[in-house]
């Protein structure tokens, strides 16, 4: 699998992305998969606010779909992901203000997707927003897919031999989170100024059907860390 991260001008409040990254990136090939921050999405969609004396905490509340716990860092639910501040992030922003996590993400990745394959004229191709969150118990972030379209973005394996010939009992492989992982190794967290990256030769099935959020929200019950939820 080959990434490449691209560079791109500082992107600002309802500049449109596609037009930028149409710019930056002069051409792409079938079964390429387009990585973007989700950072520049929200930006194009004008999710930046004011800050009053530095405290968050009333907008992390308004964002969050539920609150686990309270604090500097509020560990919170939004969209289905377990994530700090519910995705409220201070950084690449100027001081006072805060960027939100984009509206409707599914959405966008699906529509970004069609436009990019009417421009390049392609049929199978894919768009991965990318962010990153922490994992319990590990220090660091990862990246991971907040939302993506035009390929399948879980394999199951369940029901598959391994290599003694035991069964897979519970495996599914979240292959857009690894794709997104793997793309924000390159494109930074901090003063970069890379924002997109294009995927080549993923382990993916293409698909031009809409993505269905559902497929990779897990219930409660279901959750391994149920228990400290």
């Not at 939004?78 to 805060?98: M, R, T």
């Not at 590990?138 to 897919?145: D, K, L, M």
């Not at 519970?170 to 924000?184: G, H, M, Y």
């Amino acid at each position: 699998m080959e990434v490449t991260a691209f560079h791109a001008p500082v992107i600002e409040q309802n500049d449109d992305v596609f037009e930028i990254f149409c710019q930056v990136v002069s051409s792409l090939k079938e079964e390429d998969i387009i990585c973007i921050a989700s950072k520049v999405v929200a930006y194009e969609q004008g999710r930046v606010v004011a800050v009053q004396d530095g405290d968050i905490t009333e907008i992390v509340r308004q964002e969050a779909d539920e609150v686990l716990s309270e604090g500097k860092w509020m560990l919170t639910k939004k969209d289905g992901c377990l994530i700090c501040n519910a995705g409220v992030d201070n950084s690449n922003v100027q001081e006072g203000f805060v960027v939100l996590w984009p509206k409707n993400p599914w959405k966008w990745a699906e529509e970004f997707h069609k436009k990019l394959q009417d421009k390049f004229k392609l049929k199978k191709l894919g768009v991965v927003i990318t962010d990153s969150r922490c994992a319990p118990s590990r220090r660091g972030v990862t990246g991971f897919a907040l939302a993506w379209g035009g390929f399948g973005g879980i394999i199951d394996e369940r029901g598959k031999k391994d290599l003694f010939g035991n069964e897979i009992q519970v495996t599914q492989r979240n292959v857009a989170d690894s794709i997104a992982d793997s793309a924000t190794l390159l494109m930074g967290e901090t003063n970069e100024a890379t924002p997109f990256a294009v995927v080549r030769e993923a382990p993916v099935d293409f698909t031009n059907e809409t993505i269905d959020p559902n497929l990779v929200r897990i219930s409660k019950k279901e959750d391994l860390f149920r228990k400290i939820l």
